[in-house]
Every structure is written in C-alpha cells, then in structure tokens.
C-alpha cells in the first residue's frame, strides 16, 4: 500500500515564479491544487478536493483555519474594469466549509463560512460571523460582527448567541487537533500494529 503524505511542504504546485509559502504544521491533501502567491500561517489545513489558486493576485490565510473538502478559493487580476484586483485574505481561525466559494474577498478571524456558501469579490467579513450554508454574499457587501448571514442574496438573520460565538474558536480549534492526527500519521506504515 502507497504511503499519503499529509505534510503541505509535499503538496504543493509550483506556478511561474511563485512557491507558496507555509507556516509551521500546516497540512495539505494531496488531492488539493495548492498554487501562486499564497501565504498560509501555522496550523492551517486544507482538506481533499480543495482548490487554491493564486494565479493572478494573492491569497493570504491566517493560523489555525481549516478550508474543508471541495472548496474554491481564487481571485480577481487587476484590469481596466479594477485596477486593484481583489487578493483573498482569510483572518485566523476560520472555518470554510465543505464547498464552499471564496473569491477576492476579506474575511476577519473567527469566521465560519458554511457548506456550499459562496462569497464574492470586494465583499469585507468582520470578525465573527457566521455566513450560514447556500448563503451568496454579492459583491461589495460588508458583514458585520457578531452577525449571522443567511439566504440568496445573504442578508442579516439576528445576532449571534454567546454559545454560537464560542463555536467560531471551538471549530478551529477542533480541526486544527484534526490535522495534527493527519499530519502525525503521514508516512506511517498501515500494516504496522505494534504498539
């Protein structure tokens, strides 16, 4: 049986001139298109099936979030129609889940992008928020803190609860613990049963 090696250093895709850079005890599918200008900090995982791809402007992740499995995250090239562009920049302990769209956006800390949720260029997420699943952020918009977001297009549901706030660290948290299993595994030998 073929060793699956976890470690992001392994799994990464160069493109032009530009190699992502990782933090310390980060893991990356191998699975995952992992590539361009891209900044990603300690503790982060990036599950099967992901693709990150700065191609054509960066995309900057903070500790300890978690980009679950069949994720897109990209960006937008500056031109006549944006000079700027719009780069990704994803804050600490986020959790994007499964599906999930993140295109030239800003996302602040403590942030959960739910499954399938799409999340549009220029749009600002402060921190703590939660953007529920389905959810279509249009672009520009700015989500306030301590907010859930829901529908299409998203709009503010209610406040967040106190339990509901300290989901947003326990999830990154939770599945930073995940990754390390990942990463503590890698190149083990299955068929090895001693203890």
């Known amino acids: 049986m073929k060793t699956v090696s976890y470690r992001g250093e392994d799994n990464l895709r160069h493109w032009g001139t530009s190699t992502p850079k990782l933090g310390a005890r980060v893991m990356i599918d191998p699975s995952a298109a992992v590539l361009g200008d891209i900044e990603i900090g300690d503790d982060v995982s990036i599950w099967a099936n992901c693709s990150v791809r700065a191609d054509v402007h960066s995309i900057r992740i903070g500790n300890r979030t978690n980009v679950q499995d069949n994720s897109v995250l990209h960006v937008t090239h500056a031109s006549r129609f944006n000079p700027d562009g ?40 402060e921190d703590d928020v939660m953007i529920a699943g389905g959810a279509l952020v249009t672009p520009g918009k ?50 090895n049963q001693s203890t």
């Open 86 to 125: 719009w780069p990704l920049i994803i804050g600490d302990d986020v959790t994007v889940g499964h599906r999930a769209v993140l295109h030239g956006c800003s996302l602040g800390d403590r942030v959960l992008v739910g499954m399938g949720a799409i999340v549009m260029d220029g749009v600002i997420v």
């Open 142 to 191: 700015r989500l306030e803190s301590g907010t859930l977001y829901a529908g299409s297009p998203a709009r503010p549901v209610r406040p967040l609860s106190e339990q509901e706030r300290t989901f947003l660290g326990y999830s990154a948290q939770n599945y930073a613990k995940l990754k390390q299993q990942y990463l503590d595994d890698s190149g083990s030998d299955p068929t």
